[in-house]
Nanobody, 114 residues
């Protein structure tokens, strides 16, 4: 599975940005698809994910502000980020998990100014 992320950029606090990720290859094998982020000096953390088995999961810090969605083919996943906060500043990574492997896209930088 190959993942190509796009979107991100610079926003002011309270603003919005969106991210997109296109998956190619053996997308039929994807069980979970979603987004992680890594802020400077911090560990990578889950932002939101969609699982075939258990549905949608959000980090508590983004609930009510971010919305994850996917297309019916599991080839694309989107992240709509509203009411952005400076603490949302991070490199965001698309992630896809199969039974055997964990795949990462290239990161895309989101910067939120106060």
């Amino acid at each position: 599975v190959q993942l190509q992320a796009s979107g991100g950029g610079l926003a002011q606090a309270g603003g919005s940005l969106s991210l997109s990720c296109s998956a190619s290859g053996s997308t039929f094998s994807i069980r979970v698809i979603g987004w992680y982020r890594q802020a400077p000096g911090k560990q990578r953390e889950l932002v939101a994910s969609i699982s075939r088995e258990v549905g949608i999961d959000y980090a508590d810090s983004v609930k009510g502000r971010f919305t994850i969605d996917r297309d019916n083919t599991w080839n694309s996943v989107y992240l709509q980020m509203n009411n952005l906060k400076p603490e949302d500043t991070a490199v965001y990574y698309c992630n896809a998990q199969t039974i055997r492997n964990n795949y990462w896209g290239q990161g895309t930088l989101v910067t939120v100014s106060s």
